[in-house]
Structure formats: C-alpha cells, structure tokens
Nanobody
Framework: QVQLVESGGGLVQAGGSLTLSCAAS????????MGWFRQAPGKERELVAA?????????????YYADSVKGRFTISRDKAKNTVYLQMNSLKPEDTAVYYC??????????????????WGQGTQVTVSS
C-alpha cells in the first residue's frame, strides 16, 4: 500500500522560510513525477512544483515551478530516503494554503494536472502571516 506522509507545515511570518517533506512508502518513485500542490480556501488546487522525468522524454530528473513561486521555492528529491522536499523561502501571505504531496504511477504523464498523479498525501497547512 502506497502512502505519502507530509510534514513541516506551520505558521510563519512573511519573509520567513519553511521546508515541507513528503515521505513515500510502499514503492519507490525513482524517475516518476512527484509534485507539490496547494489549495487555498475558495480556490482550485494548483501545482506549485514538480520533479521527475518530466517534459520531453528524458531519463533524468527535471523540475517545474509555477510562476508565482519561481526563485523562492525549491523542490528536491532524496531517492535513498524515497522523500521529496519543498524548500520555501521569502514566504508571502498569498502562499497560505494546504499543501499536498502527490506522486505519479507512470512516466511521462501530464505532470501539470492533478489527474496525472495517482497517490496523494493528507495535506499540511502552511499559514503565512503579514
């Protein structure tokens, strides 16, 4: 049984930093896209960042970032620990949301869409105060 367990959310002041972790169990995700989505109250779930063999048919990890977080967030993966991280710097109040870790079960899926991910974590709240 595949499980994704997020940790690291919390309350932080604007300009601060947080690191989210997503520990996967039940299978390895080497190469498979893994992503961080977020959903704020009253808004649709959006992809924040993704890592894996994404985009054109490559055989190495590449990363994707939403325009709103480029230069502030960094996604990374520790294959030995089967864990993906999201380092968030220069946080803004508009980053406040529930953050979800997601993992795909196939290569070269539509990593930009939530439909491209088969496994989801339970979510972790990130609140940025102004």
């Amino acid at each position: 049984q595949v499980q994704l367990v997020e940790s690291g959310g919390g309350l932080v002041q604007a300009g601060g930093s947080l690191t989210l972790s997503c520990a996967a169990s039940g299978r390895t995700f080497s190469g498979l896209p893994m992503g961080w989505f977020r959903q704020a109250p009253g808004k649709e779930r959006e992809l924040v960042a993704a890592i894996g063999w994404i985009g054109s048919r490559t055989s190495y990890d590449r990363t994707y970032y939403a325009d709103s977080v480029k230069g502030r967030f960094t996604i990374s993966r520790d294959k030995a620990k089967n864990t993906v991280y999201l380092q968030m710097n220069s946080l803004k109040p508009e980053d406040t949301a529930v953050y979800y870790c997601a993992a795909s079960s196939e290569l070269y899926n539509d990593y930009l869409s939530s439909s491209g991910y088969a496994y989801w974590g339970q979510g972790t709240q990130v609140t940025v105060s102004s």
